[in-house]
C-alpha cells in the first residue's frame, strides 16, 4: 500500500509488490519486483511487465534511471520459462530478472543473480 502512494508509482500507473537494494561495490540499485502465484493469469503478468516498459520509456526519474531493476519471483517454473521468452524481446530485458520462489529464501543467492556474488540484498518493504 506504501508504494501505491508513491508518486513516481502513481504517474507510471503501475505498483510493484515490493521494493528492495541492491548493494554491488557500494552502489545501490532499486529493485522493483513482483511476486507472481501460479493461478495469477499470465495475461496480467504480461500487463505488469509491459507497464513497466512504458514506464522506462515515459515514466519518471525514477524509471528512466538505468540502474533501476525488475525482478519477477514466480511459483511455476514453466510460467518462469515462458515468461523469460516474452521478456527476450523487451526493450528492458536487460533490467529484467527472473526467479523461482523457491530460490528466493536466500538473499545472497538472489544478490547474486542481480549484481554478482559481491552484491548485497536488502528487501525494504
Not at 513516481?8 to 554491488?24: K, S
Request: proline share 3%; aromatic share 6%; net charge negative.
Amino acid at each position: 500500500a506504501e508504494l501505491a502512494n508513491e508518486s513516481a508509482m502513481q504517474a507510471a500507473a503501475v505498483v510493484p509488490d515490493g521494493y528492495a537494494e541492491v548493494d554491488l561495490a557500494g552502489v545501490r540499485r532499486v529493485v522493483l519486483w513482483e511476486a507472481v502465484s501460479a493461478q495469477q493469469p499470465f495475461a496480467q503478468v504480461l500487463s505488469k511487465l509491459l507497464a513497466y516498459e512504458r514506464a522506462v520509456a515515459t515514466g519518471t526519474a525514477l524509471f528512466r534511471d538505468p540502474a533501476l531493476l525488475f525482478l519477477f519471483v514466480l511459483e511455476s517454473r514453466a510460467r518462469l520459462e515462458r515468461l523469460r521468452r516474452v521478456i527476450e524481446g523487451l526493450a528492458i530485458a536487460a533490467r529484467v530478472e527472473v526467479i523461482a520462489a523457491d530460490e528466493v529464501g536466500d538473499a545472497a543467492a538472489v544478490a547474486d543473480r542481480l549484481g554478482g556474488a559481491d552484491a548485497i540484498f536488502r528487501p525494504c518493504r
